[in-house]
């Protein structure tokens, strides 16, 4: 059974930095991608970042763009997601995301909180 780990998350003023890590259980290239989800109070869950594994290709969402940077290190079967210049409005639980290569099974972690606040 896959597992991901994330951790990294707290509260942070704004104009703050934090870097969510999410490890995974086996190797990182058993998966055809990874990803960060967000959802706050409230809303529907988001897709903000993505990350192909092979080729390291990454997507991030518009609204977040030049803020949010997503990463890996194969070595360490970790993706990271580096927040800068936190908003009130990024305070939400960030959950980890892979999708396996083999059968397309979709895995999450537990979830990490955000908080941004003064």
């Known amino acids: 059974q896959v597992q991901l780990v994330e951790s990294g998350g707290g509260l942070v003023q704004p104009g703050g930095s934090l870097r969510l890590s999410c490890v995974a259980s086996?190797?990182?290239?058993?998966?055809?991608?990874m990803g960060w989800y967000r959802q706050a109070p409230g809303e529907q869950r988001e897709l903000i970042a993505s990350?192909?594994?092979?080729?390291?290709?990454?997507n991030v969402l518009d609204s977040v763009k030049g803020r949010l940077t997503i990463s890996k290190d194969n070595a360490k079967n970790t993706v990271y997601l580096q927040l800068n210049k936190l908003k009130p409005e990024d305070t939400a639980i960030y959950y980890c995301?892979?999708?396996?290569?083999?059968?397309?099974?979709?895995?999450w972690g537990q979830g990490t909180q955000v908080t941004v606040s003064s």
């Open positions: 995301n892979a999708v396996y290569r083999s059968n397309w099974e979709r895995y």
């Open positions: 086996e190797s990182i290239f058993n998966f055809n991608n």
């Open positions: 990350i192909f594994i092979r080729t390291g290709g990454t």
